[in-house]
């Protein structure tokens, strides 16, 4: 029964992705399921429209920038908050994921509204440390983990020996850490790149998002193009996971018995 269940909410949760995958190779200009003929016409379409590959490139660059910040920062954060001490160790660790309660739609209208309070423009920056601000509770909650799954024991043996705790952190906590990161990294990759909320409320024509080249695409039309870009990106999306839990071993990232 339990391996019935399973297989019926494995299915349940694939079948849009299946039926988005299957319009994209209708011939015909209307987006339908199942398809009525087999063609390529709008991978070629995808590939070849520079809209779609200037959105492409901008939302690489900014979840690649928020990303490297986002880790950074969160790997500060939380080492400082998992060596720490302090009484207020639990609110400053609550503020840091507070992001992931308030709802994105508000995130962005308060970011525009400093912003223009501000007198700043939004460009591609702004949109940088906005998609920064909503990675980081991700970066901040896995690091935390990772840290924490470190015994002090190990880096106080290599303080004992005569390293520096800047050493210590470089050649003992980060190599230990490598999964976590990569993990923490992922997701901020993955956050920031298909973030469309806050993206909404800061773009600008020189500074257009994938997620954002859709919506409005999807607004004027309903071809079989949006469904062909998708099932690039689902497919883009399996390759990175496969090759990172490959490479960092994130399969093995639960607790070791």
């Not at 702004?126 to 935390?144: D, G, K, M, Q």
């Amino acid at each position: 029964m339990k391996r019935t269940l399973s297989v019926l909410y494995i299915v349940f949760m694939c079948s849009p992705l299946l039926i988005v995958v299957g319009a994209a190779f209708e011939p015909q200009e209307i987006l339908r399921f199942p398809p009525h003929g087999f063609s390529l016409t709008w991978f070629g379409r995808v590939v070849q429209d520079p809209a779609f590959l200037d959105a492409a490139a901008n939302s690489l660059v900014i979840a690649l920038l928020a990303t490297a910040l986002s880790v950074v920062f969160g790997l500060l954060a939380a080492y400082a908050l998992a060596r720490g001490s302090g009484r207020y160790r639990e609110a400053i660790l609550g503020l840091l994921l507070s992001p992931l309660i308030i709802p994105e739609l508000v995130i962005g209208l308060a970011l525009l509204q400093m912003l223009t309070l501000m007198n700043i423009g939004t460009d591609l920056l702004t949109l940088v440390l906005a998609h920064t601000v909503i990675c980081l509770p991700y970066t901040v909650r896995l690091l935390f983990n990772g840290v924490s799954a470190i015994s002090e024991s190990l880096e106080n043996a290599s303080l004992l020996l005569g390293a520096s705790r800047s050493g210590t952190i470089v050649r003992v906590t980060l190599p230990l850490m490598k999964s976590s990161i990569l993990a923490a990294a992922l997701f901020a990759f993955l956050t920031s790149f298909d973030n469309t909320v806050i993206s909404l409320f800061l773009v600008d024509t020189s500074t257009m998002t994938l997620p954002i080249t859709i919506y409005n695409y999807v607004e004027f039309s309903l071809d079989p193009a949006i469904a062909a870009l998708s099932t690039i990106l689902i497919l883009l999306s399996c390759v990175a996971v496969s090759v990172m839990s490959r490479v960092a071993g994130l399969d093995n990232m639960g607790p070791r018995k």
